[in-house]
């Protein structure tokens, strides 16, 4: 039941009276509250939540009041906002149904209750002061995630920004229906004046906190831990990056290459929900979520250990007690006493409270703390469908970043000196007294501080390329003083690389002439590509169309990729691509289309 509440000042003086009640008169229900200048206008508003079952009162707009609707508009039930959005999400196409399920319970529970019985083309109900208002009682409501314990209170805490944003985003999409309708029902849409609370507190994908843990932090985790299946569950996730429902679906049909140098791990499948409280083996979260890993030894291992070369192409790696999908909450329960135990013997420091999302986020950090990978190669290992996620989540954990942060402000100064960069390398290089070298032609010079590592790369190399390879041990000062990105550049592991399949290039003349064709039909080649070198790619294709510098005036159509079928297929397309755009070549348009006057 609503209640009706004083408000006093500091000095006691009643100055208004609240109105509260639990939406929907739930015992877990959000509060809501209403102000009055006067105890009968808020006893009126009482009676009404009361007789709409602990509801906003049907045409009531927090802050304004009732705003009366016309009852000579024709179809006005068509038009009301309840009905018009449940309209709206049941009919969007593109989306899978559990995101359709999850739209319908946020519309019910945090938007109809506002503006249910609004209508869809006024601008009375739908005003950047009723949205602004509708925020600002989000940002008042306190949640909790997660079941209700069995006794006692569950942990309340505000509404964070991103979900905010997100039954933000979806009203916004629903009123933009209405604005782009045929014909318009509204001339605008005014959630696009409305601020938003800001995300960028909130540090993960998820909005929650971040906690990166090193990798002695992880092998403290591991050694707390029961069970020798979530040990491994562990290794993988740390080592992979991984998101949950990628790694529980995991199965030896994924892993490829177990005999080579280069084993990998491909990822096309992952846990969805579907919509009706169980789940399915579908496509993962996005299209660069599709993707393949080198993984490490240890990460082979681990996988050989749960049975990579005995269990069924398709049987999953990590599965519940009763081989069925292994649930986030199950591992998490472990997961959790594990922390405990690891903070109580000295492994994991007091402040620190990861969850096994963490791991992938740790990954993330062990790649680029030694400034080896750039945050697009980690981009493209996390499957973040935009470098601004990675950027925005992990660009500050990137060394080099503070040392040319440092040289900028000590140049400003004007105290730059000669040694600024090697002392702030020093650092990065600790106790490190010597870089191995391994230089690679003319193509490039790598440092490594393991010289196993070191070794293993040269020796790949020159397998592959059939060049020489040179290696020497050099010391850090030297290092420091003559490579771009001194310590920060040396490698803590044997370069990535992948097996590429290369088609083309064909050359065409401007006027549609093959200068240079393909084979058609022919088995695109094949070779190693390292992670340094501009052809390296994990996508399944890539293409490129480019007109060549030159009076000749010529085009070039090549593609390239980890999956032959689908480089054959890419490649097609760039050839009809370069035939298309040749005669627009600017040499050809200089020459004043004449490419012979040009030759």
């Not at 045409?59 to 508009?73: F, H, M, N, S």
């Not at 519309?107 to 869809?120: A, H, K, Q, S």
């Not at 998820?206 to 299946?229: A, H, K, N, W, Y």
Request: with cysteine.
């Amino acid at each position: 039941m609503a209640s009706v509440h004083p408000r006093k000042d500091k000095a006691g003086e009643v100055v208004s009276y609240q109105v509260k009640w639990r939406l929907g008169g739930a015992r877990n229900g959000p509060w809501q509250t209403e102000r009055f200048d006067d105890e009968v206008s808020a006893g009126v508003f009482k009676e009404a939540v009361d007789e709409a079952g602990q509801q906003w009162p049907p045409g009531w707009i927090k802050g304004r009041g009732y705003i009366v609707q016309d009852a000579e508009q024709p179809d006005q039930d068509r038009y009301r906002f309840d009905a018009f959005a449940v309209n709206s999400v049941e009919n969007r196409t593109g989306i899978e149904e559990h995101y359709r399920k999850a739209c319908m319970r946020d519309l019910e529970r945090w938007i109809l209750p506002t503006f249910g019985n609004c209508d869809v083309r006024s601008t009375e109900h739908f005003s950047r002061d009723t949205v602004r208002a509708w925020v600002r009682m989000l940002e008042q409501t306190k949640v909790f995630s997660g079941q209700r314990p069995k006794s006692g209170e569950p942990k309340w805490r505000p509404m964070s920004p991103k979900t905010i944003r997100n039954l933000h985003g979806l009203l916004s999409s629903i009123l933009q229906e209405a604005v782009t309708a045929d014909p318009p029902l509204r001339g605008r849409n005014p959630c696009a004046q409305t601020a938003l609370p800001r995300t960028d507190d909130d540090g993960a994908e998820d909005g929650e906190d971040i906690e990166f843990l090193t990798p002695d932090e992880v092998e403290g985790m591991i050694s707390c831990m029961e069970r020798r299946s979530d040990q491994l569950l562990t290794i993988v996730g740390y080592g992979t990056g991984m998101r949950w429902g990628e790694i529980t679906a995991l199965a030896p049909m994924c892993v490829l290459d177990v005999d080579t140098a280069a084993p990998k791990v491909r990822v096309r499948r992952a846990w969805k929900k579907d919509g009706k409280g169980g789940y399915y083996i579908g496509k993962p979260k996005s299209k660069r979520s599709r993707r393949t890993l080198r993984v490490s030894p240890g990460v082979l291992d681990a996988l050989a250990e749960l049975g990579l070369r005995s269990l069924d192409r398709d049987a999953l790696f990590f599965t519940g007690e009763t081989g069925q999908r292994l649930h986030y909450s199950t591992f998490h329960d472990r997961w959790k006493r594990a922390v405990r135990r690891a903070k109580a013997e000295g492994l994991l420091p007091s402040e620190k409270w990861p969850t096994p999302h963490d791991l992938r986020h740790s990954h993330a950090a062990a790649l680029l703390s030694t400034g080896s990978h750039s945050l697009t190669y980690v981009q493209r290992r996390l499957g973040h469908e935009s470098i601004k996620t990675t950027s925005d989540t992990y660009g500050h954990l990137l060394p080099e970043a503070d040392d040319e942060a440092m040289a900028t402000i000590e140049a400003s100064l004007g105290r730059g000196r000669s040694h600024g960069h090697a002392v702030a390398g020093a650092a990065v290089a600790g106790a490190r007294t010597v870089v191995h070298a391994v230089h690679l032609g003319d193509e490039a010079l790598l440092g490594f501080w393991d010289r196993a590592h070191a070794e293993e790369t040269a020796e790949q190399w020159a397998g592959e390329r059939r060049r020489p390879v040179r290696m020497e041990a050099c010391a850090v000062d030297w290092w420091q003083r003559t490579v771009p990105g001194g310590a920060n550049a040396v490698r803590t592991s044997v370069p990535a690389r992948v097996w590429l399949w290369e088609a083309g290039p064909t050359v065409y003349a401007a006027d549609g002439t093959e200068v240079v064709g393909a084979l058609s039909g022919s088995a695109p080649r094949a070779g190693w590509a390292w992670e340094w070198e501009e052809r390296y790619t994990q996508e399944a294709a890539c293409m490129a169309v480019e007109w060549r510098p030159g009076p000749r005036a010529e085009t070039e159509a090549r593609a390239w990729g980890v999956e032959e079928a689908a480089v054959r297929s890419v490649y097609e397309t760039a050839r009809t691509e370069a035939l298309r755009v040749c005669a627009s070549h600017p040499e050809r348009t200089a020459a004043g289309g004449d490419v012979e006057a040009a030759r």
